[in-house]
């Protein structure tokens, strides 16, 4: 059985840092990218960020470049987001996933159950 697993998240200050993690089982790591994911209340989700098999390919949205690094160690099955000088609209529910990395949202494999984030002013 497939589990991905988010941890990190918290209450932070406008302009803090977090560090999220995702821990997969049940499948060969190595062989799935990996993204981030974000869901505010009333918006639709988001790719935040995401990372090639071999973590050489990365991706970011525009409105985390320069904030966020996404990173990963194949040896722990673990995939990290670094995220520094938060915004509160930063703010929202964080899901890992696995699947082909640059690929649709839709097409991503597993999903972890997501990890909340808030940045408060």
């Known amino acids: 059985q497939v589990q991905l697993v988010e941890s990190g998240g918290g209450l932070v200050q406008v302009g803090g840092s977090l560090r999220l993690s995702c821990v997969a089982s049940?499948?060969?790591?190595?062989?799935?990218?990996m993204g981030w994911f974000r869901q505010a209340p009333g918006k639709e989700r988001e790719r935040v960020a995401a990372?090639?098999?071999?973590?050489?390919?990365?991706y970011y949205a525009d409105f985390v470049k320069g904030r966020f690094t996404i990173a990963r160690d194949n040896d722990k099955n673990t995939v990290y987001l670094q995220m520094n000088s938060l915004r509160v609209e930063d703010t929202a529910v964080y899901y890992c996933?696995?699947?082909?990395?640059?690929?649709?949202?839709?097409?991503?494999?597993?999903w972890g159950r997501g990890t909340q984030v808030t940045v408060s002013a």
């Open positions: 996933a696995a699947g082909l990395a640059f690929a649709h949202p839709a097409s991503y494999d597993y």
């Open positions: 049940g499948l060969t790591f190595n062989m799935y990218g």
């Open positions: 990372i090639t098999r071999g973590g050489s390919g990365l």
